[in-house]
């Protein structure tokens, strides 16, 4: 199990990290959670302090074209 951060977002409730596998776990709103796989943990902190946690996850995560599995 990932641990996990609460964000403020519209669209996402929270996000967790795992350094040694490199996986960025984000559940949304809407109870949906996605994997994504490789991204560093330097992407991971970016996202915790950006301005608009939805905004930088679609520029530098959905759309950067990490691979994701999602959970439920």
């Known amino acids: 199990m990932i641990g996990h951060v609460a964000?403020?977002?519209?669209n996402i409730k929270s996000i967790g990290y795992a350094k040694d596998?490199?996986?960025l776990e984000v559940?949304?709103?809407n109870g949906a959670?996605?994997?994504y796989e490789g991204v560093p943990?330097?992407?991971y902190f970016d996202l915790l302090?950006?301005?608009s946690v939805g905004r930088h996850f679609n520029k530098s995560i959905k759309?950067?074209?990490?691979?994701f599995?999602?959970?439920g």
């Open 69 to 71: 599995k999602k959970l």
């Open 27 to 29: 559940i949304f709103n």
């Open 7 to 10: 964000v403020t977002s519209s």
């Open 33 to 35: 959670i996605y994997q």
């Open 21 to 23: 596998e490199e996986i």
């Open 49 to 51: 302090q950006a301005d």
């Open 41 to 43: 943990e330097g992407e």
């Open 63 to 67: 759309t950067a074209g990490y691979p």
